[in-house]
């Protein structure tokens, strides 16, 4: 079993700026990838970004690309997610998740075995 806790969320104006943080405890080893989701309400969850463990690879959704940086400490077993230049539209509950493979699947839910409980984001106009 793999707990993740985030952490980091908040009301903020377009423009501005949040670093999310998520705690991974529990068995970690087994765990190759980390990601960031979100889901505004009405929609489905969606995928942010992806981190590897082992490698430090890092892949983006375009819709933050170029505003957003995933980044992992090990000695912590935290991943973060720095998000710049907010809009209103990346409003929405933000969930880290841990998966056992690193690879095309970490774009997707189900690429991942373990979810933290979210925490939410609000960029006001």
């Known amino acids: 079993q793999v707990q993740l806790v985030e952490s980091g969320g908040g009301l903020v104006q377009a423009g501005g700026s949040l670093r999310l943080s998520c705690a991974a405890s529990?068995?970690?080893?087994?765990?190759?990838?980390m990601g960031w989701f979100r889901q505004a309400p009405g929609k489905e969850r969606e995928f942010v970004a992806a981190i590897s463990w082992r490698s430090s690879s890092t892949v983006y959704a375009d819709s933050v690309k170029g505003r957003s940086t995933i980044s992992r400490e090990n000695a912590k077993n935290t991943v973060y997610l720095q998000m710049n230049s907010l809009k209103p539209e990346d409003t929405a509950v933000y969930y880290c998740?841990?998966?056992?493979?690193?690879?095309?699947?970490?774009?997707?839910?189900?690429?991942?075995?373990?979810w933290g409980q979210g925490t939410q984001v609000t960029v006001s106009s």
């Open positions: 529990g068995r970690t080893s087994s765990s190759y990838a």
């Open positions: 998740a841990a998966g056992p493979v690193w690879g095309s699947r970490s774009y997707y839910t189900y690429g991942y075995d373990y």
